[in-house]
């Protein structure tokens, strides 16, 4: 139990459809951020919110929409994707202070996604 | 792209120590090495991070070169729980919001 958790865990959707992941952190931290781990590749950093800002979109198609309505809950809302978008979402959390040394990285357990 | 390099594969035997290498040649002043494992269908778990000086938490070790370029996570008693893909990642501080960038790590097995 890491203090981040997501759901679903499992999420098997149509290309037409619209879902969304949760993720939610109890450890007080400030900033959060969702990965996705696709097979045989590395892990790799979509969005990353600070004090519910958004801070980093690493070139994601806009199919995948963030949602940080407060430093505690982060979403991600899924609409028309496409199988290759198949994969495991990862959601993580830090305490970030500018200035100082990177917080270390609070990972959930993950949400895996299959489109159809 | 990882500014990191490690051995894709690596075994290690139950009790015995595990030396996992990474080459961060290009790594600059204020980056700080980080390691990071992933058990499978986990998320990622935090092992531990350095800016120059030797560190040790209850989990491994890391020694960091005098010249910074490279780095070894030691694992001082390997159990078999300890399979798992571990990265050796190098980032920055200051702005806000982490932005670590994972490779492909090293797939660490342990045998009995």
């Known amino acids: 139990e890491t203090g981040v958790t997501q759901t679903p865990r499992h999420l098997v959707m149509g290309m037409t459809n619209k879902k969304s992941l949760k993720c939610e952190q109890h450890?007080?931290?400030?900033?959060m951020y969702w990965y996705k781990q696709s097979a045989k590749k590395p892990l790799e950093l979509m969005f990353v919110?600070?004090?519910?800002?958004?801070?980093e979109n690493n070139s994601v198609p806009s199919r995948f929409s963030p949602e940080c309505p407060n430093s505690s809950h982060l979403f991600l809302h899924l609409h028309t994707l496409q199988p290759e978008d198949s994969a495991l979402y990862l959601c993580?959390?830090?305490?970030?202070?500018?200035?100082?040394?990177?917080?270390?990285?609070?990972f959930g357990e993950g949400s895996r996604l299959t489109v159809l | 792209d990882a500014k990191t390099t490690q051995p894709p594969s690596m075994d290690c035997a139950e009790g015995r120590a595990a030396n996992l290498p990474c080459n961060h040649s290009?790594?600059?002043?204020?980056?700080?090495v980080y390691w990071y494992r992933q058990i499978h269908s986990q998320g990622p778990q935090y092992i531990i991070h350095?800016?120059?000086n030797n560190e040790t938490n209850e989990m491994a070790s890391l020694i960091i070169t005098e010249d910074r370029k490279s780095s070894t996570l030691i694992l001082p008693h390997a159990t078999l729980r300890d399979t798992a893909v571990y990265y050796c990642?190098?980032?920055?501080?200051?702005?806000?919001?982490?932005?670590?960038?994972f490779g492909g790590g090293t797939r660490v097995l342990v045998k009995p």
């Open positions: 990642i190098v980032n920055s501080w200051g702005a806000a919001g982490n932005k670590l960038t």
């Open positions: 993580a959390s830090s305490q970030d202070l500018p200035g100082s040394p990177t917080g270390e990285l609070f």
């Open positions: 350095g800016l120059k």
């Open positions: 290009t790594i600059s002043g204020n980056e700080y």
């Open positions: 919110y600070n004090f519910k800002e958004q801070t």
């Open positions: 450890l007080g931290h400030n900033a």
